[in-house]
């Protein structure tokens, strides 16, 4: 069938991308479900920095591809082999499709799925498969999902289904923010109520994050970033401290404030001077836990002795150690009952065709997350 998607054909273009366009709308070729796959009509995909990471080329990805992973929609039609989705039935997109088989998948750590990890770099399917064509060019898949067009061929395994009562633009942040931010928080940290938390860096996985240390029972919730507005929207959410990065003496400030640093610290920016902050900030025997995605080449570094003798903990997080199948739907059902509004994060929504002026919105740190509505 013919489908309208958005593809990427060159890595690193400058902004404003409203004028040097990166991201074409085009019309592909989308093959039909093979063995183990589904067919999807897209509702809703939010613009995220791991789309926009991949724009701007500190997330080298083959090209062209079509980019989109944070998605809703509804299923279309299924191939042989899927006995557990129908057509009609709303499902949730996630960007690691755990294979099952591997040894992190066995041990219950799908986030880490190696198949799902080499096929994600090559920008197919789990299958080995691409399904997206423009007559006899490939268009490589964004992590097994390519989100940004009208319908989409994914793995089985990329798919959660969900609760039909939610609007598709509500339901499609539980993909990537959702869970890689209030996972990180549960899953990662696995955070103690009354414990002392900050995030640096209110994208949307941090103030998902954020929101997730209120709903675990955090005492005290820091959040730190560069933009007066988002320090603004935190305090909306339910932090009880603010501080502006760009403060020089920042560090200082809290470490004060808090009595000598905090107990978890999430570091959700993907840049190396939030990192240094967030493990600055970090009380003596506390944990940071990092979410970003940087620059392959970037390296961070810090104290060594800090480790030993402060007994710091440094650890990643990846989709929020989460296991989606488990995890999404907990949190919806906390979505539900009102205990992690994270609809407060949707800033506006776009055609698809707005794309690279949405992308140029989110690069300016004002908005937490912009949804494209099909």
Request: negative net charge; contains cysteine.
């Amino acid at each position: 069938m013919k489908v309208k998607s958005a593809v990427l054909h060159e890595l690193g273009l400058p902004q404003p991308y409203k004028k040097t366009k990166p991201i074409k709308i085009e019309t592909l070729d989308l093959d039909s479900p093979q063995y183990g796959e589904v067919q999807v009509q897209i509702k809703a995909a939010s613009l995220c920095h791991s789309d926009l990471s991949v724009i701007n080329g500190s997330r080298p990805r083959p090209l062209p591809m079509a980019l989109g992973h944070e998605a809703a929609g509804v299923v279309t039609e299924v191939g042989e082999g899927v006995t557990d989705l129908y057509p009609g039935d709303h499902v949730v997109c996630v960007f690691v499709p755990s294979c099952g088989h591997c040894v992190p998948c066995r041990e219950g750590r799908p986030a880490l799925c190696e198949p799902a990890a080499e096929t994600n770099n090559k920008g197919t399917l789990l299958s080995g498969g691409v399904r997206l064509h423009k007559g006899d060019e490939v268009v490589n898949h964004h992590v097994g999902v390519s989100a940004f067009s009208e319908y989409v061929v994914v793995s089985r395994n990329s798919l959660v289904k969900v609760d039909k009562n939610i609007p598709f633009e509500k339901i499609a942040l539980f993909g990537c923010a959702v869970i890689t931010g209030v996972g990180a928080v549960v899953n990662t940290a696995n955070i103690k109520m009354g414990s002392t938390v900050a995030i640096v860096g209110l994208g949307g996985i941090g103030l998902s994050a954020m929101l997730g240390a209120v709903a675990a029972g955090a005492s005290r919730v820091v959040a730190v970033d560069v933009n007066d507005n988002k320090l603004k929207q935190a305090l909306e959410l339910g932090a009880t401290d603010v501080f502006n990065s760009k403060d020089s003496d920042v560090i200082e400030q809290i470490r004060v404030a808090t009595g000598g640093g905090l107990d978890n610290v999430f570091e959700t920016a993907g840049v190396v001077p939030a990192l240094e902050v967030a493990y600055a900030i970090t009380k003596r025997g506390g944990t940071t836990v990092t979410t970003g995605l940087p620059h392959p080449e970037h390296k961070f570094s810090f104290p060594y002795v800090t480790l030993t003798a402060d007994e710091k903990t440094l650890k990643g997080s990846y989709v929020g150690s989460c296991v989606p199948d488990r995890d999404i739907p907990r949190f919806i059902k906390l979505y539900s009952q009102g205990r992690l509004p994270v609809d407060k994060l949707l800033a506006r929504t776009i055609s698809l065709d707005e794309i690279n002026e949405g992308f140029d919105q989110l690069a300016s740190g004002d908005f937490s997350r912009i949804i494209i509505t099909f």
